[in-house]
Nanobody, 123 residues
Framework: QVQLVESGGGLVQAGGSLRLSCAAS????????MGWFRQAPGKEREFVAH????????YYVDSVKGRFTISRENAKNTVYLQMNSLKPEDTAVYYC????????????????WGQGTQVTVSS
């Protein structure tokens, strides 16, 4: 089992920044990819970004490219999502997830999920 705990959400004005953290524990050596997803009210959960534990290759959804940066600190088993130039449409609950597959983007490809952290961007 892998346990994931997110932190760092909050309320910010448009144009502001937040950094989300995801601390992983348990059998983390079994996972290849860490991802961030988000879910706005009334919408489906959507992929935001992912990173490989090994090598650190990343991928972003088009809507956040150039504004969000995913990174990892292997020694701390922690993944971060730096979010800059935030927009009201970024408002959602953000979830950290872990996958046993490489380069996973689909919700169904992720095996472990955190509890989520709320990000609210005011206009």
């Amino acid at each position: 089992q892998v346990q994931l705990v997110e932190s760092g959400g909050g309320l910010v004005q448009a144009g502001g920044s937040l950094r989300l953290s995801c601390a992983a524990s348990g059998r983390t050596f079994t996972t290849y990819t860490m991802g961030w997803f988000r879910q706005a009210p009334g919408k489906e959960r959507e992929f935001v970004a992912h990173i490989r534990w090994s090598g650190g290759s990343t991928y972003y959804v088009d809507s956040v490219k150039g504004r969000f940066t995913i990174s990892r600190e292997n020694a701390k088993n922690t993944v971060y999502l730096q979010m800059n130039s935030l927009k009201p449409e970024d408002t959602a609950v953000y979830y950290c997830a872990a996958s046993n597959r490489e380069l996973a983007r689909a919700v169904s490809a992720y095996d472990y999920w955190g509890q989520g952290t709320q990000v609210t961007v005011s206009s």
